[in-house]
Every structure is written in structure tokens, then in C-alpha cells.
């Protein structure tokens, strides 16, 4: 079984009921997870259509800098568009 069922099954001081903290926890974990991989699929698509002419045996140099850059570029991209996001949800956490 993996690591989060079996946290479920060992339960708090064995009376199988778990910390609702702990339990927050684990789903935020499993959501930023499931973030990267979304992240990294995504770009991977773009990427990859935008950089690969022919799929083949291999990636030319070319396609390899293509990849690399494109890559950065969305990163980048992504990382200011979070910090922008962040930073309004702060201030409207603020209003409230």
C-alpha cells in the first residue's frame, strides 16, 4: 500500500481517526503534485509541437536549444503570472 493509505490505516494513537491538520496537509502536498505534473505536461506539450519538426530517434541540436529555451521562456512565464496571482490573493485576503 502506498504512504497515504497506509497514514490513513495507522490512524492517531490507533483509534483510526487522523488529525484534520495532518490530513490538510497530505491533500495540500497531493495538490501541488498534481500542480507540477500538470505544469510539466503542459509544457512539455508546447515545447515539444513548437521544437520538434520530424519526431525521430533523436533531438538535433537545434530542437535540443529549441526545447531549452522554450522551456525557460515558460517558466519564467509561468513563474511571474503565480507571483502576480499570489500577490492579489494577498491583498484580497487583506480586505477581508
Do not use: H
Amino acid at each position: 500500500m502506498d504512504s497515504f493509505g497506509s497514514d490513513f490505516s495507522s490512524g492517531a494513537a490507533g483509534s483510526g481517526k487522523m488529525d484534520p491538520g495532518t490530513i490538510m496537509e497530505q491533500v495540500k502536498v497531493q495538490i501541488a503534485v498534481a500542480n507540477a505534473q500538470e505544469l510539466l505536461q503542459r509544457m512539455t506539450d508546447k515545447c515539444f509541437k513548437k521544437c520538434v519538426g520530424k519526431p525521430g530517434g533523436s533531438l538535433d541540436n537545434s530542437e535540443q536549444k529549441c526545447i531549452a529555451m522554450c522551456m525557460d521562456r515558460y517558466m519564467d512565464a509561468w513563474n511571474t503570472v503565480s507571483r502576480a496571482y499570489n500577490s492579489r490573493l494577498q491583498r484580497e485576503r487583506a480586505r477581508i
